[in-house]
């Protein structure tokens, strides 16, 4: 399977009782599988047994479908994944049934400061789309530093591009920090479910200042550190100051 794949097959018939494929991404990120029983409601012995994504040592990961996947019925989760490493999406049968599936994988790349450290912020540029992931591997920070190129308003956007059914899949508070870390504006964590988007209020910034923004995983006592993928754009409307006074 490559980094962007969406293929049709099936599990169950005649002698074939597994489908296995093989993943490879080549850096570090996060995988979002989405798996559908293509089987329309009311087929008979139309299940898929357990989905299971192993590393390259056969040790299960994660387990889309725990017992059947049931005739149209869906399931979705993603998972970070180490670049140049192997991992195995493997369809089990369950006896006497069998099933056409529909696999979507998207791979989203981790880029940035590789470990919660504002000293390393990933550089940015205006207008152009940043696509990465937090909360897996204990990577609870994202930074981000922007020098601005002119005096204007600026904002920022940001979408959880996390499925929708995946558990823990929230992100935390987004802040704007100016030179001196104080903070300017933020999108506030409940507004980031996944799947939406979500823009900051327009905040006045100057020419040659470096400003900092600060992406960061939801955790709790129970469930610990929350991840999901994300993407992530900046823009600046530009104002000309001209001095009219005495």
Do not use: C
Not at 83 to 88: D, E
């Amino acid at each position: 399977i490559t980094n962007t794949t969406d293929l049709t097959a099936q599990v169950g018939y005649g002698q074939d009782t597994i489908d296995w494929y093989h993943l490879q991404p080549a850096t570090d990120g996060t995988i979002i599988i989405d798996i559908s029983n293509l089987h329309p409601n009311g087929q008979r012995s139309s299940g898929i047994g357990k989905i299971t994504i192993y590393n390259a040592t056969l040790d299960p990961l994660t387990q889309l479908a725990n017992n059947v996947l049931k005739a149209n019925e869906n399931v979705a989760d993603s998972i970070a994944v180490i670049g140049g490493s192997s991992y195995y999406l493997v369809f089990n049968t369950v006896i006497a049934q069998a099933a056409p599936y529909q696999t979507k994988l998207i791979f989203i790349p981790d880029i940035g400061e590789p470990n919660n450290d504002l000293a390393q912020a990933y550089p940015l540029d205006l207008n152009i789309e940043i696509k990465a992931s937090i909360g897996f591997n204990a990577d609870a920070q994202d930074w981000y530093a922007l020098k601005m190129p002119a005096t204007g308003l600026f904002d920022f956007t940001l979408t959880n591009a996390q499925l929708t059914g995946v558990n823990n899949n929230s992100l935390d508070d987004i802040i704007l920090y100016n030179t001196n870390l104080s903070p300017l504006t933020s999108i506030l964590s409940n507004t980031l479910e996944p799947g939406i988007n979500s823009t900051s209020s327009f905040i006045p910034v100057y020419e040659d200042e470096t400003y900092f923004i600060n992406i960061n995983a939801l955790q709790t006592l129970k469930n610990g550190l929350f991840a999901a993928p994300y993407t992530f754009r900046t823009s600046l409307e530009t104002i000309t100051v001209t001095d009219i006074g005495e």
